[in-house]
């Protein structure tokens, strides 16, 4: 069975069962600072998982996740083992308080063993040692012997989405590849070989974690499964690799064939075809090669296949000639790599050129250097990084390669000197979650009006939910003419007031469907279900029309550099708009002043301005 065969087996199994089909996100998280990339199919429903009203109650996804950076990076092991990635497919299904454990585990085992038809003989199963509900019923209702059970702790078996928060055990399923690959059960020494290979992993978030370390049970648990697709094609296909299931062999295959010239090493290949899935994927959502942040973690990973394809001998830029094959393989699962396929060769090609300009300097650099000594200085580490390009994974490949060691340490402290002179590197931090359970979703009438009357149906100070709010914290309205800080558009300000009370509206944000403002209170005191008035400040006028200013400049920018500038972010306040595109190159004096033409001409006519409510997918047939 083919990869896309099992993606599309999958999704359809859990829609029969009543779960709600959704396209998995983007690789860019929206609206969560404590992630560079998505790297598990549960981030985009995050909001849910605390608490925020979901628009289903079961979803299933399929999500291409990345994981290169942080807690999770396997860059270095890509290509030296069978099973790392820097991209792989997450399938996943997930309840939002609609069913839990005994429900979970008889969807993954009646997927596994009747629609893949995998035989029980095969699998194993670990569950958390304090779980013994979980136990229970993979012994007792799916009828496992207890012998291939085996019990693990809180390392292997329990999922947190932080610190504090909701957590809970979790219970995974391992496929055994046979005697003939090395390795031991889950749980022995051996673990970490290729023989048993996890192959789902059923998350039950049932409690909410305290700062103190106690757990107290949530209100409404909640399911989050994770399935590799790259894993489980591996076991319908009969191989131990995932790098010898189609998604990679339609990859591998051509680059062997177009390179005939070079003699490609395994690891070689493979780490092109992984760091091209990678690449591709990273660039559709519009992150091009660059020196900062996502945009960096990009340029390590194309160098560093440029790099094995340069010790085979190629030396002129090639990875982007692939870009189609990517395509034919995974364009109908993601048409977005089919429309952004042109930018993404352009974008690549440009990179690999230059890259391939400074890469014999700076190998002919590190050659001479170990003529002389046997190791990696950290000096030289830096060196090679800030003027030739090289990332710190290259270095690290080439010392592990010759068996030689490398100075992280020295190569850190530069780095530590240099982040010193320059600006500090942006800061990814969790935001913290709002107590907003059993809250329903606020209406937003600013559209139309910017004033109402709406009544309080939540206060928050503390982070806790209190009955009476006398100073300052958090509110929320059935209904609310305020809008929340969203689509680059500063939260409005204002007022509220009743006979008793004045507040002061100082900024107002957005949980799930939630609206929430933050507020000062000038007189007296609100309280839970008291009516208030709302009055939007002025200053929405003059923010409203840097909002439409935003939309004119997409526009202009598509009719002046083509239909692939594509919007990236934005900030619009009262003072200013600010516009993020993606385009494969910079912009000429001229084309910046036929846009400006463009923009004024637009706002000279006075054309008539309109709000409409319509799906991701009507605004973008509308163009």
Known sequence: MQANEIRKLFLAYFCENN????????????????????????????????????PYHCAVSAQ??????????????????????????????????????????????????????????????TVHHDDQES?????DIIGIDESRIIKCGDEDNFWSMGDTGPCGPCTEIFYDHGPSIAGGLPGTTDADGDRYVEIWNLVFMQFDRQVDGTKQLLPQPCVDTGMGLERIAAVMQGVASNFDTDGFKSLMQPIQEKLGHVTLTKIALQVMADHLRSSA??????????????????RRIIRRALRYAYQCGQKTPVMYRFVSDLVDNLGEAYPILQSEQLNIEAALKKEEEKFYQTLE???????????????????LAFKLYDIYGFPIDI?????????????????????????????????????????????SETVFIGAVTLESS??????????????????????????????????????????????????????????????????????????????????????????????????????????????????????????RLRFDFACTSPLSIQDQETVEKLVNEHIYAALPVTAEEMSMEEAIDQG
């Open 454 to 575: 709406s009544r309080v149906l939540a206060l928050i100070e503390d982070g806790k939910r209190v009955d009476t709010l006398s100073s300052s914290g958090l509110v929320v309205l059935d209904a609310t003419p305020f809008y929340p800080e969203g689509g680059g558009q500063v939260g409005d300000i204002g007022v509220m007031f009743n006979a008793s009370t004045k507040i002061d509206v100082l900024d107002t944000q957005k949980q799930g469907g939630i609206v929430v403002h933050h507020v000062q209170i000038a007189s007296g005191q609100i309280t839970l279900d008291d009516s208030v008035e709302c009055q939007v400040d002025s200053k929405r006028l003059a923010i409203k029309r840097h909002h439409s200013a935003t939309h004119l400049l997409h526009a202009a920018l598509r009719k002046v550099l083509g239909p692939s500038v594509e919007q990236k972010g934005s900030l619009v306040d009262d003072m």
């Open 281 to 298: 994927f990273i660039m559709a959502s519009g992150i091009y090669p660059g020196n900062e942040g996502r945009a960096y973690v990009l």
């Open 64 to 125: 291409p996740c990345l994981r290169v950076g942080g807690k999770h990076n396997d860059l270095k092991n890509v290509g030296h083992t069978t099973r790392h990635h820097t991209l792989f497919e997450m399938l996943g299904n997930f309840s939002f308080g609609d069913y839990f454990k005994e429900k979970a585990i008889k969807f993954a085992w009646t997927f596994i063993t009747a629609k893949l038809n995998i035989s029980i003989d095969k699998l194993w199963v």
């Open 395 to 439: 270095a690290e490949d080439i010392a592990n390669e010759r068996n030689i060691s490398i100075d992280m340490d020295g190569y850190m402290a530069n780095m530590d000197r240099q982040r010193q002179r320059s600006k500090a590197a942006s800061k990814f931090s969790a935001q913290q979650a709002l107590p907003l359970e059993k809250i």
């Open 19 to 54: 779960h709600s089909i959704v396209p998995g996100a983007s690789l860019i998280p929206l609206n969560d600072p404590s992630l560079l990339f998505v790297n598990a199919g549960m981030v985009q429903f995050k909001d849910y998982f605390l608490g925020a009203p979901a």
């Open 361 to 379: 300097q700076g190998m002919n650099l590190l050659e001479s250097a170990l003529k002389e000594e046997d190791k990696i200085s950290g000096d």
């Open 135 to 139: 136990y229970a019923i993979w012994r």
